[in-house]
């Protein structure tokens, strides 16, 4: 399977190849020199926090020490 590099240096991944990686339009993936190569995988995406902690005893402990602060303040 070859492609021709174009004018601004981009090539098209095969389809094949995009579909067996699970890559599709929009997605990062990552290049690097393996010896005479180039490589290339999909990029990992760091995990979502957005909603880790709720319920947990931290989020209890952080929003006690916000009300704290705010009760000080106003106090002052």
């Known amino acids: 399977m070859t492609h021709r590099v174009g004018p601004k240096g981009q090539v098209v991944i095969p389809k094949e190849l995009r579909d067996e990686l699970g ?4 997605d990062e993936v990552s290049f690097w020199r393996h010896g005479d190569h180039v490589a ?10 957005r909603g880790r902690f709720k ?5 209890a402990e952080l929003e006690a020490e916000r009300r704290a602060d705010r009760e000080r303040d106003r106090s002052t």
């Open 40 to 49: 290339v995988r999909p990029a990992v995406r760091p995990e979502s926090l």
């Open 23 to 26: 890559i599709e339009p929009g």
């Open 55 to 59: 319920g947990s005893e931290l989020t």
